[in-house]
């Protein structure tokens, strides 16, 4: 349950790593693919992620439809 302060906009974070190994949930949500354990649907189109540690981040509803695809390509 570790939380990291960075200066950098998460946009440039992102542009960083491996789109592989991480994917943006939202305006200020990046997580490793590793770490989702599961993805539950929620009203209106968007995504609910579990994570290893038990953290739920949610997905914003511009996000939802990368996530489906990046997911179902695992």
Request: aromatic share 2%.
């Amino acid at each position: 349950r570790e939380r990291h302060t960075i200066t950098h906009r998460l946009k440039d974070l992102e542009a960083r790593l491996d789109p592989d190994e991480f994917i943006r949930l939202s305006r200020s949500a990046l997580v490793r693919v590793g770490a989702i354990r599961k993805v539950s649907p929620m009203p209106g189109g968007t995504y609910m992620v579990t994570l290893a540690n038990g953290q739920q981040v949610p997905v914003s509803r511009q996000r939802s439809r990368v996530v489906r695809e990046v997911l179902l390509r695992l």
